[in-house]
Protein backbone atom coordinates (compact mmCIF):
# COMPACT_ATOMS: atom_id res chain seq x y z
CA UNK A 1 0.00 0.00 0.00
CA UNK A 2 1.17 3.62 -0.51
CA UNK A 3 1.20 5.55 2.82
CA UNK A 4 1.72 9.31 3.65
CA UNK A 5 5.48 8.56 3.84
CA UNK A 6 5.31 8.07 -0.10
CA UNK A 7 4.13 10.75 -1.73
CA UNK A 8 4.61 14.72 -2.16
CA UNK A 9 1.15 16.54 -1.01
CA UNK A 10 2.73 20.01 -1.16
CA UNK A 11 0.04 22.44 -2.66
CA UNK A 12 -1.86 19.42 -3.54
CA UNK A 13 -5.63 18.45 -3.02
CA UNK A 14 -6.04 16.19 -1.30
CA UNK A 15 -9.07 14.18 -0.29
CA UNK A 16 -9.16 12.36 2.93
CA UNK A 17 -12.46 9.59 3.27
CA UNK A 18 -13.23 9.80 7.33
CA UNK A 19 -14.90 8.08 9.43
CA UNK A 20 -16.57 10.82 11.67
CA UNK A 21 -20.10 8.66 12.40
CA UNK A 22 -20.83 9.04 16.07
CA UNK A 23 -22.77 8.38 18.83
CA UNK A 24 -25.79 11.16 18.82
CA UNK A 25 -27.83 11.89 21.86
CA UNK A 26 -31.03 10.63 21.03
CA UNK A 27 -33.02 13.18 22.63
CA UNK A 28 -30.66 16.70 22.13
CA UNK A 29 -29.17 15.62 18.78
CA UNK A 30 -25.90 16.20 20.38
CA UNK A 31 -23.07 14.46 18.55
CA UNK A 32 -21.29 13.18 20.85
CA UNK A 33 -17.13 12.87 20.64
CA UNK A 34 -15.25 9.68 19.76
CA UNK A 35 -11.91 8.11 19.39
CA UNK A 36 -12.89 8.36 15.73
CA UNK A 37 -12.15 12.20 15.58
CA UNK A 38 -8.81 11.40 17.54
CA UNK A 39 -7.78 8.58 14.88
CA UNK A 40 -8.80 10.51 11.92
CA UNK A 41 -7.07 14.15 12.98
CA UNK A 42 -4.10 12.45 12.92
CA UNK A 43 -3.72 11.96 9.51
CA UNK A 44 -5.78 15.24 8.32
CA UNK A 45 -3.06 17.05 10.93
CA UNK A 46 0.03 15.23 8.77
CA UNK A 47 -1.63 15.82 5.66
CA UNK A 48 -1.75 19.45 6.88
CA UNK A 49 1.82 19.75 7.70
CA UNK A 50 2.99 18.65 4.20
CA UNK A 51 1.00 21.58 2.54
CA UNK A 52 -1.84 19.69 0.90
CA UNK A 53 -4.90 21.45 0.47
CA UNK A 54 -7.39 19.23 2.76
CA UNK A 55 -10.93 18.37 2.20
CA UNK A 56 -12.75 15.71 4.28
CA UNK A 57 -15.04 13.62 3.17
CA UNK A 58 -17.84 11.82 5.91
CA UNK A 59 -21.16 10.52 6.44
CA UNK A 60 -22.79 10.65 9.99
CA UNK A 61 -25.92 8.22 10.17
CA UNK A 62 -28.35 6.47 7.53
CA UNK A 63 -31.17 8.24 5.58
CA UNK A 64 -34.38 7.86 7.93
CA UNK A 65 -32.45 7.82 10.94
CA UNK A 66 -32.21 9.84 14.17
CA UNK A 67 -28.91 10.22 13.84
CA UNK A 68 -28.82 11.19 10.20
CA UNK A 69 -27.31 14.81 10.74
CA UNK A 70 -25.43 17.31 8.80
CA UNK A 71 -21.36 17.28 10.00
CA UNK A 72 -21.65 20.84 11.15
CA UNK A 73 -21.31 19.69 14.87
CA UNK A 74 -18.65 17.21 13.90
CA UNK A 75 -16.13 19.91 12.02
CA UNK A 76 -16.18 22.05 15.87
CA UNK A 77 -15.26 18.56 17.65
CA UNK A 78 -12.83 17.82 14.86
CA UNK A 79 -10.81 20.96 14.60
CA UNK A 80 -10.07 20.49 18.56
CA UNK A 81 -8.76 17.06 17.90
CA UNK A 82 -6.72 18.27 14.69
CA UNK A 83 -5.71 21.32 16.45
CA UNK A 84 -6.08 23.89 13.46
CA UNK A 85 -9.73 24.85 11.87
CA UNK A 86 -11.56 22.57 10.10
CA UNK A 87 -14.21 24.75 8.60
CA UNK A 88 -17.36 22.98 7.91
CA UNK A 89 -18.92 23.55 4.22
CA UNK A 90 -22.53 22.77 4.01
CA UNK A 91 -23.28 20.96 0.42
CA UNK A 92 -21.14 18.28 -0.59
CA UNK A 93 -20.99 18.50 -4.44
CA UNK A 94 -22.51 21.52 -5.38
CA UNK A 95 -20.81 24.80 -6.69
CA UNK A 96 -20.24 25.72 -2.76
CA UNK A 97 -18.54 22.08 -2.43
CA UNK A 98 -16.57 22.98 -5.68
CA UNK A 99 -16.09 26.74 -4.73
CA UNK A 100 -14.43 25.90 -1.77
CA UNK A 101 -11.91 23.48 -2.85
CA UNK A 102 -10.57 26.00 -5.14
CA UNK A 103 -10.07 28.25 -2.49
CA UNK A 104 -8.55 26.29 -0.26
CA UNK A 105 -4.87 27.21 0.42
CA UNK A 106 -1.88 24.68 1.34
CA UNK A 107 -2.13 23.58 4.55
CA UNK A 108 -6.01 24.39 5.27
CA UNK A 109 -8.80 21.91 5.86
CA UNK A 110 -12.38 21.93 5.18
CA UNK A 111 -15.48 19.49 6.07
CA UNK A 112 -17.60 18.70 3.33
CA UNK A 113 -21.13 17.37 4.14
CA UNK A 114 -22.69 14.40 5.20
CA UNK A 115 -22.22 12.27 1.74
CA UNK A 116 -25.20 10.29 2.34
CA UNK A 117 -27.04 13.54 1.78
CA UNK A 118 -26.77 12.14 -1.96
CA UNK A 119 -29.28 9.46 -2.51
CA UNK A 120 -26.56 7.93 -4.99
CA UNK A 121 -23.71 7.53 -1.70
CA UNK A 122 -25.10 3.90 -1.38
CA UNK A 123 -23.89 0.57 -1.92
CA UNK A 124 -23.13 -0.85 -5.67
CA UNK A 125 -22.04 -4.51 -6.77
CA UNK A 126 -18.93 -2.61 -8.32
CA UNK A 127 -16.16 0.13 -7.93
CA UNK A 128 -17.14 0.99 -11.99
CA UNK A 129 -20.79 2.06 -10.66
CA UNK A 130 -19.47 3.97 -8.06
CA UNK A 131 -17.40 5.64 -10.30
CA UNK A 132 -20.30 6.86 -11.67
CA UNK A 133 -22.17 8.44 -8.81
CA UNK A 134 -22.71 11.78 -8.50
CA UNK A 135 -19.85 13.00 -6.00
CA UNK A 136 -17.28 11.61 -8.33
CA UNK A 137 -18.39 12.87 -11.53
CA UNK A 138 -18.72 16.24 -9.81
CA UNK A 139 -15.55 16.30 -7.31
CA UNK A 140 -13.01 13.97 -9.38
CA UNK A 141 -11.47 17.09 -11.73
CA UNK A 142 -10.77 18.47 -8.19
CA UNK A 143 -9.04 15.85 -6.68
CA UNK A 144 -5.18 14.83 -6.99
CA UNK A 145 -5.06 12.21 -4.30
CA UNK A 146 -7.13 10.27 -2.97
CA UNK A 147 -6.20 9.08 1.07
CA UNK A 148 -8.50 6.24 2.51
CA UNK A 149 -7.97 6.63 5.94
CA UNK A 150 -11.47 4.63 7.21
CA UNK A 151 -10.91 1.46 7.45
CA UNK A 152 -14.28 1.10 9.21
CA UNK A 153 -16.27 1.75 5.73
CA UNK A 154 -14.21 -0.18 4.17
CA UNK A 155 -16.90 -2.94 3.54
CA UNK A 156 -18.96 -0.42 1.91
CA UNK A 157 -18.75 -0.54 -1.89
CA UNK A 158 -19.84 3.16 -1.92
CA UNK A 159 -19.06 5.75 -3.96
CA UNK A 160 -17.35 8.20 -1.31
CA UNK A 161 -15.46 4.97 -0.37
CA UNK A 162 -14.20 3.85 -3.30
CA UNK A 163 -15.42 5.93 -6.38
CA UNK A 164 -12.22 7.81 -6.79
CA UNK A 165 -10.30 4.00 -7.19
CA UNK A 166 -8.98 5.94 -10.60
CA UNK A 167 -6.68 8.52 -8.75
CA UNK A 168 -3.83 7.49 -6.94
CA UNK A 169 -4.89 6.00 -3.47
CA UNK A 170 -3.01 6.40 -0.12
CA UNK A 171 -3.50 4.71 3.02
CA UNK A 172 -3.98 7.07 5.66
CA UNK A 173 -2.14 6.53 9.08
CA UNK A 174 -6.02 5.19 10.64
CA UNK A 175 -6.15 2.59 7.91
CA UNK A 176 -2.56 1.79 7.82
CA UNK A 177 -2.41 1.09 11.39
CA UNK A 178 -5.75 -0.76 11.23
CA UNK A 179 -4.21 -3.18 8.15
CA UNK A 180 -0.93 -3.91 10.20
CA UNK A 181 -2.60 -4.62 13.57
CA UNK A 182 -5.50 -7.05 11.92
CA UNK A 183 -2.31 -8.98 10.06
CA UNK A 184 -0.66 -9.95 13.32
CA UNK A 185 -4.61 -11.67 14.35
CA UNK A 186 -5.09 -13.67 11.65
CA UNK A 187 -4.70 -17.05 13.48
CA UNK A 188 -6.53 -16.36 16.54
CA UNK A 189 -6.52 -18.97 19.64
CA UNK A 190 -9.66 -20.92 20.31
CA UNK A 191 -11.74 -20.93 21.67
CA UNK A 192 -12.96 -17.54 19.81
CA UNK A 193 -15.69 -15.91 21.75
CA UNK A 194 -17.80 -13.51 19.61
CA UNK A 195 -19.83 -10.58 21.48
CA UNK A 196 -22.53 -9.06 19.15
CA UNK A 197 -24.62 -6.57 20.27
CA UNK A 198 -25.02 -2.77 19.07
CA UNK A 199 -27.82 -1.17 17.22
CA UNK A 200 -27.64 -2.38 14.03
CA UNK A 201 -29.12 -6.23 13.44
CA UNK A 202 -29.80 -6.26 9.36
CA UNK A 203 -25.70 -6.24 9.45
CA UNK A 204 -25.22 -8.66 12.81
CA UNK A 205 -27.17 -11.15 11.37
CA UNK A 206 -25.47 -12.17 8.15
CA UNK A 207 -22.04 -11.21 9.54
CA UNK A 208 -22.42 -14.04 12.64
CA UNK A 209 -24.14 -16.39 9.99
CA UNK A 210 -21.01 -15.86 7.47
CA UNK A 211 -18.65 -16.54 11.02
CA UNK A 212 -20.22 -19.90 12.04
CA UNK A 213 -20.67 -21.31 8.38
CA UNK A 214 -17.07 -20.83 7.96
CA UNK A 215 -16.56 -21.89 11.51
CA UNK A 216 -14.39 -19.05 13.04
CA UNK A 217 -16.39 -18.54 16.00
CA UNK A 218 -17.31 -21.10 18.86
CA UNK A 219 -20.03 -19.46 20.81
CA UNK A 220 -22.12 -16.14 19.87
CA UNK A 221 -22.96 -14.14 22.68
CA UNK A 222 -25.89 -11.93 21.10
CA UNK A 223 -27.44 -8.98 23.39
CA UNK A 224 -28.20 -5.22 22.29
CA UNK A 225 -31.19 -4.98 19.87
CA UNK A 226 -29.32 -7.86 18.29
CA UNK A 227 -30.13 -9.59 21.36
CA UNK A 228 -33.65 -8.63 21.29
CA UNK A 229 -33.97 -9.61 17.71
CA UNK A 230 -32.34 -13.35 18.86
CA UNK A 231 -34.66 -13.43 22.03
CA UNK A 232 -38.00 -12.43 20.20
CA UNK A 233 -36.90 -15.28 17.21
CA UNK A 234 -36.35 -17.64 20.30
CA UNK A 235 -39.56 -16.96 22.40
CA UNK A 236 -42.12 -15.17 20.17
CA UNK A 237 -42.67 -12.04 22.18
CA UNK A 238 -40.41 -9.43 24.10
CA UNK A 239 -43.34 -6.83 24.62
CA UNK A 240 -45.16 -4.00 23.54
CA UNK A 241 -42.57 -1.46 23.41
CA UNK A 242 -39.22 -3.52 22.04
CA UNK A 243 -41.34 -5.40 19.39
CA UNK A 244 -42.78 -2.20 18.07
CA UNK A 245 -38.82 -0.65 17.86
CA UNK A 246 -37.95 -3.92 16.10
CA UNK A 247 -40.61 -3.45 13.32
CA UNK A 248 -39.85 0.73 13.44
CA UNK A 249 -36.23 0.04 12.80
CA UNK A 250 -37.12 -2.63 9.99
CA UNK A 251 -35.05 -5.18 12.32
CA UNK A 252 -38.31 -7.60 11.74
CA UNK A 253 -37.60 -8.25 8.68
CA UNK A 254 -34.60 -10.06 9.61
CA UNK A 255 -36.48 -12.38 12.06
CA UNK A 256 -36.50 -15.42 9.40
CA UNK A 257 -32.82 -15.28 9.35
CA UNK A 258 -32.41 -14.64 13.29
CA UNK A 259 -34.50 -17.89 13.46
CA UNK A 260 -32.10 -19.95 11.10
CA UNK A 261 -29.10 -19.26 12.79
CA UNK A 262 -30.63 -20.46 15.88
CA UNK A 263 -31.76 -23.80 14.40
CA UNK A 264 -28.42 -24.30 12.66
CA UNK A 265 -26.04 -23.31 15.02
CA UNK A 266 -27.66 -24.50 18.85
CA UNK A 267 -25.57 -24.37 21.65
CA UNK A 268 -23.31 -21.74 20.08
CA UNK A 269 -25.65 -18.56 19.47
CA UNK A 270 -26.24 -17.54 22.89
CA UNK A 271 -29.62 -15.36 23.50
CA UNK A 272 -30.25 -13.52 26.45
CA UNK A 273 -32.31 -15.46 29.09
CA UNK A 274 -33.15 -12.14 31.09
CA UNK A 275 -33.93 -8.99 30.47
CA UNK A 276 -33.65 -4.83 31.89
CA UNK A 277 -36.47 -2.85 31.07
CA UNK A 278 -37.39 0.91 31.53
CA UNK A 279 -40.36 1.33 33.70
CA UNK A 280 -41.30 5.02 35.63
CA UNK A 281 -37.54 5.56 34.55
CA UNK A 282 -35.94 2.90 36.69
CA UNK A 283 -34.34 -0.12 35.70
CA UNK A 284 -36.58 -2.98 36.57
CA UNK A 285 -35.34 -6.99 35.80
CA UNK A 286 -37.73 -10.00 34.22
CA UNK A 287 -36.41 -13.46 33.02
CA UNK A 288 -40.11 -13.42 31.93
CA UNK A 289 -41.43 -12.28 28.74
CA UNK A 290 -43.14 -10.02 27.49
CA UNK A 291 -41.70 -7.04 29.64
CA UNK A 292 -43.78 -3.80 30.57
CA UNK A 293 -41.55 -1.11 28.93
CA UNK A 294 -38.75 -1.14 26.59
CA UNK A 295 -36.01 -3.68 26.89
CA UNK A 296 -32.56 -1.68 27.49
CA UNK A 297 -30.11 -3.71 28.54
CA UNK A 298 -29.64 -7.77 28.81
CA UNK A 299 -30.37 -8.95 32.55
CA UNK A 300 -27.79 -9.52 35.16
CA UNK A 301 -28.30 -13.97 34.99
CA UNK A 302 -27.26 -13.25 31.63
CA UNK A 303 -24.34 -10.63 31.85
CA UNK A 304 -22.65 -13.13 34.42
CA UNK A 305 -23.37 -16.00 31.88
CA UNK A 306 -21.87 -14.30 29.44
CA UNK A 307 -18.92 -13.25 31.54
CA UNK A 308 -18.65 -17.24 32.57
CA UNK A 309 -18.42 -18.19 28.85
CA UNK A 310 -15.75 -15.48 28.25
CA UNK A 311 -13.36 -16.24 31.43
CA UNK A 312 -12.77 -19.56 29.41
CA UNK A 313 -12.18 -17.90 26.02
CA UNK A 314 -8.98 -17.81 23.87
CA UNK A 315 -10.06 -14.81 21.84
CA UNK A 316 -12.84 -12.51 22.23
CA UNK A 317 -14.34 -10.39 19.28
CA UNK A 318 -16.51 -7.45 20.53
CA UNK A 319 -18.62 -5.58 18.49
CA UNK A 320 -21.03 -4.02 19.89
CA UNK A 321 -22.50 -2.99 23.40
CA UNK A 322 -25.38 -5.20 25.26
CA UNK A 323 -27.70 -2.17 26.03
CA UNK A 324 -28.24 1.76 26.53
CA UNK A 325 -24.90 2.06 28.58
CA UNK A 326 -24.87 5.83 27.88
CA UNK A 327 -27.72 5.90 30.97
CA UNK A 328 -26.74 4.38 34.12
CA UNK A 329 -29.20 2.07 35.13
CA UNK A 330 -28.70 0.55 31.58
CA UNK A 331 -25.11 -0.31 31.85
CA UNK A 332 -24.68 -2.97 33.73
CA UNK A 333 -24.68 -5.58 30.72
CA UNK A 334 -21.92 -4.22 28.79
CA UNK A 335 -19.86 -2.94 31.87
CA UNK A 336 -20.38 -6.72 33.02
CA UNK A 337 -18.84 -8.21 29.76
CA UNK A 338 -16.45 -5.36 29.27
CA UNK A 339 -14.87 -6.24 33.07
CA UNK A 340 -14.68 -9.67 32.06
CA UNK A 341 -12.88 -9.00 28.97
CA UNK A 342 -10.51 -7.13 31.00
CA UNK A 343 -10.18 -9.60 33.38
CA UNK A 344 -9.74 -12.74 30.87
CA UNK A 345 -6.23 -14.04 29.69
CA UNK A 346 -7.75 -13.75 26.21
CA UNK A 347 -6.60 -11.52 23.50
CA UNK A 348 -9.42 -9.42 22.95
CA UNK A 349 -10.11 -7.06 19.98
CA UNK A 350 -12.98 -4.55 20.19
CA UNK A 351 -14.46 -2.70 17.13
CA UNK A 352 -17.63 -0.33 16.45
CA UNK A 353 -18.02 3.24 17.62
CA UNK A 354 -20.16 2.64 20.40
CA UNK A 355 -18.10 -0.08 21.86
CA UNK A 356 -14.93 2.10 21.65
CA UNK A 357 -16.94 4.83 23.55
CA UNK A 358 -17.89 2.35 26.17
CA UNK A 359 -14.20 1.18 26.19
CA UNK A 360 -13.56 4.77 27.10
CA UNK A 361 -16.25 5.02 29.48
CA UNK A 362 -15.78 1.31 31.36
CA UNK A 363 -12.14 -0.02 31.00
CA UNK A 364 -9.56 0.27 33.20
CA UNK A 365 -7.14 -0.19 32.30
CA UNK A 366 -7.20 -0.53 27.83
CA UNK A 367 -3.73 -2.25 27.50
CA UNK A 368 -5.70 -5.22 29.12
CA UNK A 369 -7.74 -4.56 25.71
CA UNK A 370 -5.56 -6.75 22.73
CA UNK A 371 -6.45 -3.89 19.87
CA UNK A 372 -8.80 -1.64 19.67
CA UNK A 373 -10.18 -1.01 16.04
CA UNK A 374 -12.00 2.10 15.21
CA UNK A 375 -14.16 0.15 13.25
CA UNK A 376 -17.14 -2.30 13.41
CA UNK A 377 -18.85 -4.18 11.38
CA UNK A 378 -15.82 -3.91 8.90
CA UNK A 379 -13.16 -5.32 11.47
CA UNK A 380 -16.12 -8.47 11.54
CA UNK A 381 -16.24 -8.74 7.83
CA UNK A 382 -12.18 -8.22 7.55
CA UNK A 383 -11.84 -11.20 10.42
CA UNK A 384 -14.44 -13.56 9.12
CA UNK A 385 -12.11 -13.44 5.68
CA UNK A 386 -14.72 -11.40 3.53
CA UNK A 387 -12.79 -9.04 0.50
CA UNK A 388 -13.63 -5.45 1.70
CA UNK A 389 -13.95 -3.44 -1.56
CA UNK A 390 -11.81 -0.02 0.63
CA UNK A 391 -9.23 -2.44 1.42
CA UNK A 392 -9.46 -3.86 -2.07
CA UNK A 393 -8.29 -0.38 -3.20
CA UNK A 394 -5.50 0.46 -0.99
CA UNK A 395 -3.59 -2.47 -1.59
CA UNK A 396 -4.15 -2.46 -5.22
CA UNK A 397 -3.05 1.22 -5.51
CA UNK A 398 -0.56 2.74 -8.13
CA UNK A 399 0.74 5.85 -8.28
CA UNK A 400 -0.91 7.56 -11.34
C1 LIG B 1 -19.78 2.35 11.36
O1 LIG B 1 -20.19 3.09 12.26
O2 LIG B 1 -19.62 1.13 11.51
C2 LIG B 1 -19.39 2.97 10.06
O3 LIG B 1 -19.43 4.35 10.13
C3 LIG B 1 -20.26 2.47 8.93
O4 LIG B 1 -21.56 2.92 9.11
P1 LIG B 1 -22.76 2.22 8.30
O5 LIG B 1 -22.93 0.85 8.93
O6 LIG B 1 -23.95 3.09 8.49
O7 LIG B 1 -22.32 2.10 6.87
Request: glycine share 10%; aromatic share 6%.
Amino acid sequence: MITLDDLDFNGKAVFARADLNCPVDKTTLKVQDSPRMAGHAKTVRELSDKGAKVVVLAHQGRKGDYDFLPLAQHAVIFQKHVGRQVKFVPDVCGSVAKNAIKSLKPGEIILLDNVRNLDDEKNYKTIAECENATIVKELSPLCDIFVLDAFSVSHRPQPSVVGFAAKTIVAGREMQAELEALARVSNPKRPLVFVMGGTKPEDSVGILNDFLEKGKADFALTCGVFGNLMAYAKYGKLGAESEKFLAETNAIGHLPKAKELLSKYPGKVMVPGDFAYELGGKRKESSVLPCDGAIMDIGAKTAGAYAEIISGAGTVVINGPAGVYEKDEFALGTKTILGAIENSKAYSLAGGGHTVSAIAKFVHDRKKIGYISLAGKALIAYLSGEELPGVKIVMDARIQ
